[in-house]
């Protein structure tokens, strides 16, 4: 029996496949649907340390980044104090599970955030 969750998934990847056939999604487009896709799997606390790693992305971010932009993002994150390097990584690998997220359920995307 299909969930009102599921349908929610399925609609939002037939509307992100329909308009991505060649173009590739926005970070805030890809992380919409990591969100949709992980967090109904993760427990509280992990969802709340996700949202705010991914709300920094979405802030942060152009619309498309390139491998540059994420590496001067987590950069400034560490540099300016606002976390240390292992916080950044987490930043970065919160950010690359997203990407392959996207890949995974085929839309276009160019993974800036991969190691």
């Known amino acids: ?8 998934v399925t609609s939002l990847l037939g509307r992100l496949a329909a308009r991505f056939e060649t173009a590739q999604p926005t970070v805030r487009e ?9 967090f109904p799997r993760l427990a509280p606390g ?6 705010s790693r991914l709300a920094e992305a979405d802030r942060a ?10 590496h001067a993002w987590i950069v400034g994150l560490v540099s300016s104090g ?8 987490a930043h970065r690998q919160t950010l690359s599970r997203a990407y392959q997220i996207a ?13």
């Open 1 to 8: 029996m299909a969930t009102p969750e599921g349908a929610e």
């Open 30 to 38: 890809v992380t919409a649907l990591y969100r949709s896709q992980w």
């Open 46 to 51: 992990t969802i709340a340390a996700l949202k």
């Open 61 to 70: 971010l152009p619309d498309r980044p390139t491998p540059l932009d994420v």
């Open 82 to 89: 606002r976390c240390n390097a292992a916080t950044a990584n």
């Open 103 to 115: 890949a995974m359920r085929g839309l276009p995307v160019a993974h800036p955030a991969a190691e």
